[in-house]
Structures are given as structure tokens and as C-alpha cells.
């Protein structure tokens, strides 16, 4: 990376550089104050500061079987490190409890038959599955069919479920009749709970290799019914019969675990207009998640310890998350405990999620919907960010390409609430391109990062180039926000 100028101010302590230039007279056409705080924040956030918060999570790790998995002594320490971290920089910081599956067992088959108007009876592991983690219950109610494609179209296009506005009339405590295609499994269901349905069966959509059913881990459980995948066959016939009423039941044991998202707000600025920042906090259990996300949770924690020493004009808020490996568990449950004032407050939502993979790319996420590979666009404000990351890059003569919300990371519960969000990404499994080779260097046609999700994601994985532009570029879109140099959408 090129390096910057450094000026005289960086030869003194930075609460004496701070008071120096606030007792500056700005002469007017002057540079704003703020952008000189700026500047200096992003001198002061450096990839080395950084990198020593990835040593020690290794060493976290090491101390804990390899790995900092939500639910683990692992992860319960490294909460406590961020947390410690944050405490000692002046920060109010709270530690937000979520839930997660710490254990499913499935005791006996379930059952599926139709009751009304004729009887038939289901064979499980033919017809149907249990969905892994689906709680117990046992229920027996008329099947209504949501905005399903019958009969199916020659190439997967069923909706069904994806939108809240298929449950239009739905009546609750009926068992919803499901089709799979185009959103997650897991999506669907967490709609079919919000209509309050009595049961949930999803029945494949119909294709040649999409018709038969099988065991699947959708890591959802809050509708808190039954809920089944079950053939096309199946699906197709009830949808089929006037006035079916189907008797579901899954006898089965969940056992929820609490783990925790750390918090930290800064006490300066203004609580109506928060800007905030997150990154996942756990590994998955393979390994130590040092890149993933050990390099999103450096770079944000040492903007904030940095961050902390300025007058910012709006509230900064750094979340930590907790089980977003398993399913972005701690972002959504964090969301979902929103009060819908406390959601307008929050005026964007930067996130930061592996940063430094070894065969980078500078990916931004896409808020303007230029690079439309086949999600949406961010809500309305998300091409502000994506424009002021964009300028950070170019005014260091580096490129950046796109990277579609595709809800693989903690930006998708703050966007589905209709929230501006913006980050970078470096790439996980993904191959790098040619054209992206000659982009950003490294070696086209091998994965981003060649570890990830695996024992090898150790202190040895992360780009240290990377990690160090991106953390100037999170402390840069952080000041931005926070001292109203780029108007909060
Ligand atoms: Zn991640």
C-alpha cells in the first residue's frame, strides 16, 4: 500500500493533537476540523494495532481447543476481551444475550397424514424428513398452501414463503403448505412463524432433481412448531385436495444455549443519529477464524479504541456478533429486539466481515445495484456508503470491485428492516477471476481464502496488506459517519 505523509502532528501525543487543533481557528474555506480528525484517525488506526488483536484471538484459541465457536470458552473469551478492550477506551458497553441450538435430537419419526377428507398416512425417510433443529409438537389443522406454482415451472422460480406479503390471509394456527425455490428454507420458515402458523411443511418444487425430500439442517427454530420437508408428490396432492386437514408431529428434544454480542457505544454524540459499525465475533469450529472474522473484529475494535479519543457528532455504536456461523443468529435476534424507533436511529450499518483473506479482492457491497449479480440493491442510502468506501479506495489509486448482499453475513437483519448498509469484503470461498488478478494481484483461479472455515484460518492466514487498507478504510467510513463528513442518509 502507499504510504502516508506523516505530518507533525504525529509526533505527539493524539489528546494533546486533538485539543491543538480544536483550539485552531478554522479561517473560513478552511478544511473542515473534522477532516482533519479524519486524517488523523486513520494514521492512528494502523494494520499493525490491528494485527496484535488477531494474536489474541490465536492465542484465545490455543488456549481453548483451537477454535472460538459461539458456545465455547473460546468465544466466552474473546467476548471478554473486546468487551475489557472497549471498557478500558471509555465505552458503555453491554453484553446482549442471544440464543442458539446447543443440542437437537430427534426421539422417534415423524408423522404426516392426512386426516380429511380421506385418510393416507406418510412414510417418513420416503416422504418426508423432520427439518433439523425443528422443535417438538403435535398438530393437527387444515393445510393452506402459500403462493405456491403448481404445477411447477420447467426451471426453479416458487417464492413461496420468501415474502411476508404470501402470508396475506393466511390463518393462523392452519399448517402452512410450502414450495421450496429462490430464498432459504430457513427464510420461509421464519415467515410462516411470523404468520403464526401451526406447522410447516416445505415440499420440494418440482424439477427433474428437485423432487424428492432429504435430512437438512436449516439452524431455525423460532417458529416454534413442527415443521417438516416433505416430497413434491406430497406437497403437489395436499395442495391438491379441497379441505385437506393434515395431523403433523415431530417428537424431538432442542436444547437452546445463551451466548452474547458485545456492545459498545461511544458517550459522545448524538443518540437520534447512530452510526454503526459490526463484525461476527465466532469462529466456526474447525478453527480460529482468524481471518474469518478475526480480521473484521481487529480493524472495527481498533477504530473504536481510536475512535474513542474524538468529539464524533453521532452516536458510534461497535457490535461484536455472536453465532452469525451458525446462521446470523446474534445480528438477527439483536435486530428483532428493535423497537421501531430504536431502528430509525440507527442511520447506517457498516459491516465488516473477513478483510485480510489471503487472495484478496476489494469488495464492496453493492448498494447502488450496479454490480447486480442477482441480489437487490442495499435500502435506499446503502449507495451513499458504497460510494464513500469507493472514494477511500480511488484516492489511494486502488481499484474495487462489487459484492452482492446475499445475506451470507450480519448486514442482512439490519437491510431486511430497511436499514442503509454498507461494508467491505475480501472474498471466502469464492475464485479469484482474472480480471480480478489483475485488479489486486495474488493468483486468479484459487479461492479467496484457500482456509476458510478451516483449522488453517491461524494468525499465519491473514494478508497483512489487506488488513492494513481496510482498516484505514473502516476508521476513514467511520469518521465520515460519525463527524457528519458524509451526510447520514
Ligand atoms: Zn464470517
Redesign the pocket.
Known amino acids: 500500500m502507499r504510504v502516508f505523509r506523516r505530518g507533525a502532528i504525529g509526533a505527539i501525543s493524539l489528546a494533546a493533537a486533538v485539543a491543538l487543533v480544536a483550539a485552531q481557528q478554522a479561517p473560513a474555506g478552511a478544511v473542515p476540523i473534522e477532516e482533519t480528525y479524519a486524517k488523523l484517525l486513520v494514521k492512528k488506526v494502523t494494520g499493525e494495532n490491528a494485527r496484535q488483536h488477531m494474536v489474541a484471538l490465536q492465542a484465545i484459541a490455543n488456549q481453548n481447543g483451537g477454535n472460538r465457536a459461539v458456545g465455547t470458552q473460546g468465544y466466552a473469551q474473546s467476548a471478554a476481551y473486546v468487551a475489557s478492550q472497549l471498557n478500558q477506551a471509555g465505552y458503555s458497553v453491554t453484553l446482549d444475550p442471544i440464543n442458539f441450538v446447543e443440542s437437537w435430537v430427534e426421539n422417534s419419526p415423524p408423522v404426516l397424514e392426512l386426516t380429511a377428507p380421506t385418510q393416507k398416512t406418510y412414510t417418513p425417510g420416503v416422504d418426508l424428513f423432520t427439518f433439523q433443529p425443528s422443535p417438538a409438537g403435535d398438530v393437527t389443522a387444515p393445510v393452506q398452501a402459500v403462493d405456491v406454482t403448481l404445477p411447477p415451472t420447467p426451471t426453479p422460480t416458487s417464492t413461496s414463503g420468501c415474502e411476508m406479503s404470501d402470508f396475506a390471509g393466511f390463518t393462523p394456527g392452519n399448517i402452512a403448505l410450502i414450495q421450496r425455490g429462490t430464498c432459504p428454507f430457513a427464510t420461509k420458515v421464519r415467515n410462516a412463524g411470523f404468520a403464526q402458523a401451526g406447522g410447516i411443511i416445505i415440499f420440494n418444487e418440482g424439477q427433474p432433481g428437485r423432487t424428492d425430500p432429504f435430512p437438512l439442517d436449516i439452524g431455525e427454530w423460532r417458529a416454534g412448531v413442527p415443521m417438516v420437508f416433505a416430497s413434491f408428490a406430497v406437497g403437489n396432492e395436499l395442495a391438491n385436495t379441497p379441505g385437506a386437514v393434515v395431523h403433523l408431529k415431530v417428537d424431538s428434544t432442542l436444547t437452546l444455549g445463551t451466548d452474547y454480542n458485545v456492545i459498545g457505544e461511544s458517550r459522545k454524540g448524538d443518540p437520534n443519529n447512530v452510526v454503526m459499525v459490526g463484525a461476527?465475533l465466532d469462529s466456526v469450529p474447525a478453527g480460529p477464524g482468524i481471518n474469518?472474522?478475526g480480521s473484521?473484529t481487529a480493524a472495527i475494535l481498533e477504530t473504536a479504541l481510536q475512535i474513542g479519543n474524538f468529539p464524533v457528532k453521532n452516536k458510534v455504536r461497535f457490535a461484536f456478533w455472536a453465532a452469525?456461523?451458525v446462521g446470523l443468529l446474534g445480528s438477527d435476534q439483536y435486530v428483532e429486539g428493535l423497537t421501531q424507533a430504536e431502528r430509525d436511529k440507527i442511520r447506517v450499518y457498516l459491516n465488516f466481515?473477513?478483510v485480510a483473506s489471503p487472495n484478496y479482492a476489494y469488495k464492496l457491497y453493492d448498494g447502488d445495484d450496479s454490480d447486480a449479480i442477482g441480489f437487490p440493491a442495499g435500502p435506499p442510502g446503502s449507495a451513499q456508503i458504497e460510494d464513500q468506501l469507493e472514494a477511500f479506495f480511488a484516492g489511494r489509486g486502488l481499484a474495487t470491485v462489487g459484492t452482492d448482499f446475499d445475506g451470507r453475513?450480519d448486514y442482512g437483519p439490519f437491510i431486511a428492516a430497511g436499514i442503509p448498509a454498507g461494508g467491505i469484503f475480501t472474498g471466502?470461498e469464492g475464485i479469484k477471476t482474472p480480471a480480478e488478478a489483475a485488479l489486486f494481484g495474488g493468483t486468479a483461479g484459487v479461492a479467496y481464502d484457500v482456509c476458510y472455515h478451516q483449522a488453517c484460518d491461524t494468525i499465519a492466514n491473514p494478508n497483512l496488506t489487506a488488513l492494513d487498507v481496510n482498516a484505514d478504510a473502516i476508521a476513514d467510513s467511520t469518521a465520515r459517519f460519525a463527524f457528519n463528513l458524509t451526510a447520514i442518509p
Do not use: I, L, T, V
Request: aromatic share 0%; hydrophobic share 20%.
Open positions: 461476527h474469518d472474522n473484521g452469525e456461523e466481515d473477513m453475513s471466502a
